[in-house]
T-cell receptor, first 115, second 110 residues
Framework: GAVVSQHPSRVICKSGTSVKIECRSL??????MFWYRQFPKQSLMLMAT?????????EQGVEKDKFLINHASLTLSTLTVTSAHPEDSSFYIC???????????FGPGTRLTVL | QKEVEQNSGPLSVPEGAIASLNCTYS??????FFWYRQYSGKSPELIMS??SNGDKEDGRFTAQLNKASQYVSLLIRDSQPSDSATYLC??????????WGAGTKLIIKP
């Protein structure tokens, strides 16, 4: 089956530091990957759509300079939270869309805690 | 009106019974529909995709799609406590992006 990995699974950092999260599709190619954020007991919130080889498309209200996205290959997208603050603490989840079936498969998520 | 509507629940079903989860959508041109399951603190997991009117069965799960009435449902037979989770319905738009419902919390009572 389609597998998406995310690394790290959990990160704790100090306020003001930057954190990079990797998302990889392990057994399929993904021209498009998505980054979501989910706060406790709330719905998934799409942050941005990442297309291989081009700039990401950010949802309204998401700061592109704060959440840097790079999608350099068909199997890897990265999200960097720059100058993280406590309010950025959340569960960040990526998904990868299979180029053939257009089905989205989710990574296991990264729990970010900013102290 | 939300594009994809789900009853937030919780929906409580006794163990062994059939759990029925429903989802309605407003866009008549949608062609692809998906059900995901999300356990608390975990990421969503794909259960079923359905593209044609009618039923699609996979093990204890059956997805039902009715494009004329703009609804898609998920039936879980022989419900188990491990089926307790939030079930997310999504439709694919013309750009193959997913439009999500808010999810239905399902509780299977032993």
């Amino acid at each position: 089956g389609a597998v998406v990995s995310q690394h790290p699974s959990r990160v704790i950092c100090k306020s003001g530091t930057s954190v990079k999260i990797e998302c990889r599709s392990l057994d399929f190619q993904a021209t498009t990957m998505f980054w979501y954020r989910q706060f406790p007991k709330q719905s998934l919130m799409l942050m941005a759509t990442s297309n291989e080889g081009s700039k990401a498309t950010y949802e309204q209200g998401v700061e592109k300079d704060k959440f840097l996205i790079n999608h350099a290959s068909l199997t890897l997208s990265t999200l960097t939270v720059t100058s993280a603050h406590p309010e950025d603490s959340s569960f960040y989840i990526c998904s990868a869309r299979d180029t053939v079936s257009y089905t989205q498969y989710f990574g296991p998520g990264t729990r970010l805690t900013v102290l | 009106q939300k594009e994809v509507e789900q009853n937030s629940g919780p929906l409580s079903v006794p163990e062994g019974a059939i759990a029925s989860l429903n989802c309605t959508y407003s866009d008549r041109v949608s062609q692809s529909f998906f059900w995901y399951r999300q356990y608390s603190g975990k990421s969503p997991e794909l259960i079923m995709s359905i593209y044609s009117n009618g039923d699609k069965e996979d093990g204890r799960f059956t997805a039902q799609l009715n494009k004329a009435s703009q609804y898609v449902s998920l039936l879980i037979r022989d419900s188990q406590p491990s089926d307790s989770a939030t079930y997310l319905c999504a439709r694919g738009d013309s750009n193959y992006q997913l439009i999500w419902g808010a999810g239905t919390k399902l509780i299977i009572k032993p």
